[in-house]
C-alpha cells in the first residue's frame, strides 16, 4: 500500500539504470531511465561451470565489501551526494492494492513480508510540503521564513471533506459496509508500471489544480462559523425573534469551557455584547423578560451594585413576576443591611404585584418562608404557614365577606390569645375559637427541649452540634408563657413578625398552591411543582425550593456507602477457573422523581410497597404534625387530590394505616370512583389481590351503568394491569372485553372490542381518561396478536396527535416505556432489547430531566455497558440548561452501579463544578451542599474548604454551610477563622441560638488563636522572625 505520510525510495546503487528485482515485485515491460531491455537470454553450461569456479575466488572479497557498505550504512544511509538525489522526486514506487490477509488475523504486519525501504531525509521531509519545510525529531516544524510560517498558520482551513449524499459508492446494508469483490479492469490487457503513475499523477494535478483555485475564490467557514452565519442572517431578517437571539447566544457561549479561569467574566461579556445588540434591535426585544434576565445575571460579575441597580429599576418598570424574583434573589445575595434589607426587598414585591396574581404572590410567600429556614428562623417560616393556613381555611363565617383588612384586626386577637395553631396538638382552628371566645383559657401546647448530647471535646464542635440539634427539633413556635422563651427571643412568633407576609387567597388554584408549598417546606418533594408555577424555561424556583435535597438521609442515599467507593475484585477462582462476580446495582426507580406535574400516578406499580413517598422520604420529619396539617387543610369531601396525596404519605410509613384512612374517606363519599380507586390500589399494594378483585367487581360489574362514568376507565386499567402482572392473562382479556362491553372471544368480539375501546377514548373530556382507553387498547392487541409491535403502533398513533414536552404528551411516553419494561423484564416475554432501547433514547431527547425515562434507560443498559452511552450526558456542561435535579440524578446515576464510584467520581466532579459557575445553578444551595459533601467523604478536605467558601459567597444567608465549617472541616478551618465566621454570621442576620462565647467560657480562658498574628505586647516583625529563625533551627 501505498505510504502518504513518508517519501520512501528503493535502495539502489549508483546510477542505477536497471530495475531492482525482489522475489515480491511485479515484473514490468518498463521501467523510467532503464534504457533497452535487460531481459537475460539462456545461458550454456559452459558459462555456468565457470561461474561456479570463479564464485569461490568471489565469496571472501563479496563478504569485505558488504561489511564495508553495512558499517557505511549504519553511519549515514546518505552521503553528501546521494542525499541530494534521494530528495528529488523519483518515480520508484509502485501501490500494492491486494494487501496480505494474514494481517488482519494477526493484527500487525509481517517483518518478513514488510519490503526493505528506507525513509528519504530520515523523515525530515513532508509529502505535500517545498522542500524547505523539514520535520525534526521532536515533531515539530521548522520553516525558514518565520513571518510567512505564521500566517499560514493563522489562515483558517479552506478545504472541508463533505460527504456526497448521492452518491452510492458505500451502500450500507443491515448497519454494514459490505466488502466487494475487486474491480475488474474495463480492458483486459495489462497495464504498464509507467502508465499506472502517469494515470494517478494528472488525475491529482488536475484535482489539487482545481481545489486550490476553487479554494482561492471562496474560504469555507467551519460548523460554528456557518451556524453563525445564518443566525445572523434569520436576525437581520427578523430581529425581533427572541429565540434566535437566544440560540445566536447560546451557540456562542458554547465554545468557551465553563470551568476554566475566568470562564464566567469571559462569558459574561459574551453575554452582554450580544443581548446589548438584542434589546436596541426592535422595541419588542426590550420587553422580553428572558432577554432581560440573562442580560441582567451577566452584567452582575462585571459591573458593581450601584451600576446594575438602574438596569434593575428599568427591567422591573415591565411587572413581570418573573423579574422580581431574580431581582429578589439579587438582594438576598448582594444585600448588606442583614436580614432586615432582604425583608424590605420582599415586602416591596408583595405590594408592587397586583392582588389577582395570587400564584406570583405566593412565589414570593414560599421564598420568604424558605430563607427564615436557611438563616436559622424555622419557628418564624412555621408560623406563615400556620396563620396564612388560618386565615385561609378556617375562617369564621362571619368574615366571609368582610375586607381582608378588618380579617386581619380580627385575626391579630386570635394569634395572640396563643391557642394551638394548624399543626399542632388539639389545635381547633381560627373558626371554633371565634365562636367559643368564652374560653379563655389556652390550652397548653408541648414545647420540645433541647437536651444536646455532648459528644465532642472541641468547643467548636460542640456549639455546631447544638445549633444543628435545635434547628432540627424546633419547628414549632413558643408561647410567652412557656419559660424556654426567656433564653431565645426568636422562638417566639408575634402577629407584628409575620403580618405583612400575609395574603388574601380567594381561587382554588391559589389555595392548593399553598397547600403544596407548605409540604414542600416541611421536605416532601412533590415533582414537578415548582416548575408548574411558571412558564417553561423562565422560573428557576428549583434552586432553593428543593428542600429536600440537603437533609441527611437523602445525602446518604445519594452518595454510595464507604465500602463501595473502591473497585471490589470482578471475578473469583473455583479450581483455577475465573468465574465473573454477578453485578450489583441500585434500585433505578428508588430515589430521583422529576417528571412534569400531575403526569403520573401516586400508586404506581414501578414505586413497590409504597406510593409516590417511601419511608426515606418522609425520614426526619414530624409525621404527626404533617397528618394534622392534612387533615386541617381539606376543601370538602370531595377534594381528591389532597385526599390522595393524605393517602401517599399515611402509605409511606403504613399501608395498614393508609386503609383505614380510606375507609374514612369512603364513608364521607362513597361514589366517589377515584377515592375507590385509590383503596383498591392501596389493596394491591398490600399484597390482598383477592379484595383489590372484589372492589372492581362491585364497582365496575355488580353496578355497572350503560353510560360511561367518569374516571371509570382508570378503574378498568388498574383492574386490568393488575391481572396482567400478577401473570393472569385470561383474567385480563376479560376485563378488557367487559369494559368494551363485548361478549365472547372471537375474533369478532376482539375487533368490536378494539373500536369499541377506541370510540371511547376520542369520546373523553381530559386526556387522563384517554391515556387509560389507549393502554387497554395497547394491552389488548398484546394478549391477542402476540406482537408487541402492535401494541407499539397503537401508542404512536396517539403520540403523533400530541405536541412533544405537553404534559400529555409525556405521561404516554412514561406509560408506553413502563409497557415495554414490564413486558420484556418484568414478565420475561421475549422481546429484542433494542426495541426498548431505541424508544427510550428518543425519549430522553424530549425529557432530558425525567426520572422514570432515565431509570428504564438504566434498566435497558445493565451488562450493557451503560457507562459508554450514557457517558456522554455526565458531566456535559454545555448550553442544555439543566436544572437542579437533573444535576443531582446525575450524581446518583454515577453510583449506580456498586465499585463503579470511585471511576465516575471525576466525571462526577467536573459536572457539578460546572453547574456551580452556571448561571442557570450557581445558587443552589442543594448542589453546593451536593458537591462538598462529596469531597467530606472523598477526604478531600481542601478543596472542601475552598468549595465552601465560595457557596458561603454565593449562598450567603444559609447556615447549615457555615456550620460545616465546625464539624466536618474543622480540621482545616483555625480557631481565628471560625470566630471570624460567626461574626460574619451575625453581621448577615443568621441566627445562633447561643453565643459561642458562652461555650467558650465554660472551657476556661479564651482558647489562643492560631493565626500567628501578634498582639500588642508581642515585638515588632524583625525581633519576631528572629525568633522564629532561632526556634525553628534543628540544635
Not at 452511552?869 to 446518583?892: F, H, P, S, Y
Request: net charge neutral; proline share 5%.
Amino acid at each position: 500500500m501505498l505510504n502518504t505520510q513518508n517519501t520512501f525510495q528503493l535502495p539502489t546503487a549508483k546510477n542505477m539504470s536497471f530495475a531492482p528485482s525482489f522475489s515480491s515485485f511485479p515484473s514490468f515491460d518498463s521501467f523510467p531511465n532503464s534504457g533497452p531491455s535487460q531481459t537475460p537470454k539462456p545461458e550454456n553450461v559452459e558459462e555456468k561451470s565457470k561461474k561456479k569456479k570463479k564464485k569461490k575466488d568471489r565469496s571472501s572479497k563479496d563478504r569485505e565489501e558488504k561489511h564495508q557498505r553495512h558499517s557505511a550504512h549504519s553511519k549515514d544511509p546518505f552521503d553528501a551526494s546521494s542525499r541530494e538525489k534521494a530528495e528529488e522526486p523519483t518515480t520508484f514506487y509502485y501501490s500494492d492494492r491486494r494487501g496480505d490477509p494474514e494481517n488482519i488475523q494477526y493484527g500487525k504486519l509481517s517483518s518478513r513480508d514488510v519490503p526493505k525501504y528506507f525513509v528519504v531525509n530520515r523523515g525530515r521531509t513532508i509529502l505535500g510540503l517545498p522542500s524547505f519545510y523539514a520535520s525534526s525529531n521532536r515533531a515539530q516544524v521548522t520553516f525558514d521564513d518565520r513571518s510567512k510560517s505564521l500566517k499560514l498558520l493563522s489562515i483558517p482551513p479552506r478545504r472541508r471533506l463533505t460527504a456526497d449524499l448521492n452518491s452510492t459508492k458505500y451502500h450500507e446494508v443491515d448497519g454494514f459496509l459490505p466488502l466487494g469483490k475487486a474491480r475488474r479492469a474495463a480492458n483486459t490487457g495489462d497495464y504498464t508500471f509507467r502508465s499506472i503513475i502517469d494515470k494517478d499523477e494528472s488525475e491529482s494535478e488536475s484535482g489539487s489544480a482545481s481545489d486550490s483555485s476553487s479554494s482561492d475564490d471562496e474560504r469555507t467557514l467551519t460548523s460554528h462559523e456557518e451556524t453563525l452565519r445564518k443566525l445572523e442572517q434569520q436576525l437581520s431578517a427578523d430581529p425581533s425573534s427572541i429565540d434566535t437571539w437566544l440560540r445566536l447566544l447560546s451557540q456562542t457561549l458554547s465554545t468557551t469551557n465553563i470551568t476554566t479561569k475566568d470562564a464566567r467574566k469571559a462569558r459574561s461579556d459574551q453575554t452582554i455584547s450580544i443581548l446589548s445588540r438584542a434589546l436596541s434591535a426592535h422595541p419588542r426585544n426590550a420587553s422580553s423578560a428572558s432577554l432581560r434576565l440573562k442580560y441582567l445575571r451577566a452584567i452582575e460579575e462585571l459591573w458593581s451594585e450601584s451600576e446594575c441597580l438602574p438596569k434593575w429599576e428599568d427591567a422591573l418598570k415591565l411587572g413581570d413576576i418573573n423579574i422580581w424574583m431574580e431581582w429578589f434573589e439579587w438582594r438576598i445575595a448582594k444585600s448588606t443591611d442583614g436580614l432586615d434589607g432582604v425583608i424590605d426587598a420582599a415586602l416591596r414585591i408583595l405590594s408592587s404585584l397586583d392582588h389577582s396574581e395570587e400564584v406570583g404572590r405566593l412565589r414570593v410567600f414560599w421564598r420568604i418562608a424558605v430563607l427564615f429556614q436557611q438563616a436559622g428562623y424555622h419557628e418564624r417560616a412555621t408560623a406563615m404557614f400556620q396563620a396564612q393556613a388560618e386565615l385561609t381555611f378556617i375562617n369564621p363565617q362571619t368574615f366571609n365577606f368582610a375586607s381582608f383588612e378588618s380579617r386581619l384586626e380580627a385575626f391579630e386577637e386570635f394569634w395572640e390569645s396563643e391557642v394551638p395553631r394548624i399543626g399542632e396538638p388539639n389545635a381547633k382552628g381560627w373558626s371554633y375559637w371565634a365562636s367559643h371566645k368564652q374560653e379563655r383559657d389556652p390550652v397548653p401546647t408541648p414545647v420540645s427541649t433541647i437536651t444536646p448530647t455532648i459528644l465532642e471535646l472541641d468547643p467548636y464542635r460542640q456549639w455546631a452540634e447544638y445549633e444543628t440539634q435545635a434547628d432540627r427539633s424546633s419547628q414549632l413556635p413558643l408561647r410567652t408563657t412557656d419559660d424556654a422563651s426567656d433564653l431565645d427571643p426568636y422562638a417566639t412568633i408575634l402577629f407584628a413578625d409575620i403580618q405583612p407576609f400575609l395574603l388574601d387567597l380567594q381561587t382554588p388554584h391559589a389555595k392548593n398552591v399553598f397547600r403544596l408549598a407548605w409540604l414542600s417546606t416541611l421536605g416532601l418533594h412533590i415533582p414537578g411543582f415548582s416548575a408548574s408555577l411558571s412558564s417553561p424555561g423562565t422560573g428557576w424556583d428549583d434552586r432553593w425550593s428543593y428542600t429536600h435535597f440537603t437533609k441527611p438521609t437523602f445525602l446518604d442515599a445519594l452518595l454510595p456507602s464507604a465500602e463501595s467507593w473502591h473497585v471490589k475484585l470482578t471475578a473469583d477462582a473455583f479450581a483455577g477457573a475465573l468465574v465473573g462476580r454477578q453485578k450489583v446495582y441500585r434500585d433505578s426507580f428508588g430515589l430521583m422523581k422529576n417528571w412534569s406535574f400531575g403526569s403520573f400516578p401516586l400508586f404506581d406499580p414501578v414505586y413497590g410497597s409504597a406510593g409516590m413517598w417511601n419511608k426515606q422520604d418522609i425520614a426526619g420529619l414530624d409525621t404527626g404534625f404533617v397528618s394534622r396539617v392534612f387533615s386541617s387543610l381539606r376543601l370538602g369531601k370531595d377534594d381528591v387530590g389532597w385526599d390522595m396525596l393524605y393517602l401517599t404519605f399515611e402509605a409511606a410509613s403504613s399501608v395498614k394505616s393508609a386503609l383505614k384512612l380510606s375507609r374514612s374517606f369512603l364513608a364521607t363519599a362513597p361514589n366517589s370512583l377515584p377515592h375507590w380507586e385509590a383503596h383498591a390500589k392501596l389493596e394491591s399494594i398490600r399484597g390482598k389481590l383477592d379484595d383489590a378483585r372484589k372492589v372492581y367487581q362491585t364497582l365496575l360489574v355488580a353496578s355497572a351503568q350503560p353510560s360511561l362514568r367518569p374516571d371509570e376507565s382508570h378503574l378498568w386499567w388498574d383492574w386490568a394491569e393488575m391481572e396482567w402482572l400478577a401473570g393472569q392473562g385470561e383474567n385480563a382479556l376479560s376485563v378488557i372485553l367487559r369494559a368494551a362491553r363485548i361478549e365472547g372471544r372471537g375474533g369478532v368480539a376482539i375487533l368490536r372490542a378494539k373500536r369499541t375501546l377506541n370510540d371511547f377514548g376520542r369520546e373523553c373530556n381530559t386526556w387522563q381518561e384517554k391515556e387509560a382507553w389507549i393502554k387497554l387498547m395497547a394491552l389488548l392487541d398484546v394478549m391477542t396478536s402476540l406482537n408487541i409491535q402492535n401494541a407499539l403502533s397503537t401508542f404512536d398513533e396517539e403520540l403523533m396527535r400530541i405536541e412533544p414536552r405537553e404534559i400529555a404528551h409525556e405521561s404516554l411516553t412514561m406509560a408506553s416505556l413502563l409497557f415495554l419494561y414490564r413486558y420484556g423484564s418484568v414478565l420475561k416475554h421475549p422481546m429484542p432489547p433494542s426495541i426498548l432501547r431505541e424508544r427510550v433514547i428518543q425519549a430522553i431527547a424530549h425529557y432530558p430531566h425525567n426520572s422514570i425515562v432515565l431509570a428504564i434507560f438504566l434498566e435497558v443498559e445493565k451488562g450493557q455497558g451503560v457507562w459508554g452511552r450514557i457517558r456522554a450526558t455526565l458531566g456535559d456542561n454545555g448550553e442544555n440548561m439543566k436544572d437542579v435535579a437533573r444535576r443531582i440524578q446525575e450524581v446518583w446515576i454515577a453510583g449506580w452501579e456498586s465499585g463503579r464510584w470511585e471511576a465516575e467520581i471525576e466525571r462526577t466532579r467536573a459536572g457539578l463544578a460546572g453547574a456551580v459557575e452556571h448561571e442557570r445553578t450557581r445558587g443552589s444551595l442543594q448542589l453546593w451542599r451536593t458537591y462538598i459533601e462529596i469531597e467530606i467523604r472523598a477526604k478531600q478536605h481542601k478543596k472542601a474548604r475552598s468549595l465552601l467558601l465560595q457557596a458561603i459567597r454565593e449562598c450567603p444567608r444559609c447556615k447549615d454551610l457555615y456550620l460545616l465549617a465546625f464539624v466536618p472541616l474543622r480540621g482545616v478551618f483555625k480557631n481565628w477563622e471560625l470566630d471570624a465566621m460567626v461574626e460574619t454570621m451575625a453581621e448577615r442576620g443568621i441566627r445562633m441560638r447561643k453565643g459561642l462565647d458562652e461555650v467558650l467560657e465554660k472551657w476556661g480562658p479564651r482558647i489562643q488563636k492560631d493565626n500567628e498574628v501578634m498582639s500588642d505586647r508581642e515585638d515588632d516583625e524583625i525581633e519576631y522572625n528572629a525568633k522564629e529563625t532561632r526556634r525553628l533551627q534543628p540544635y
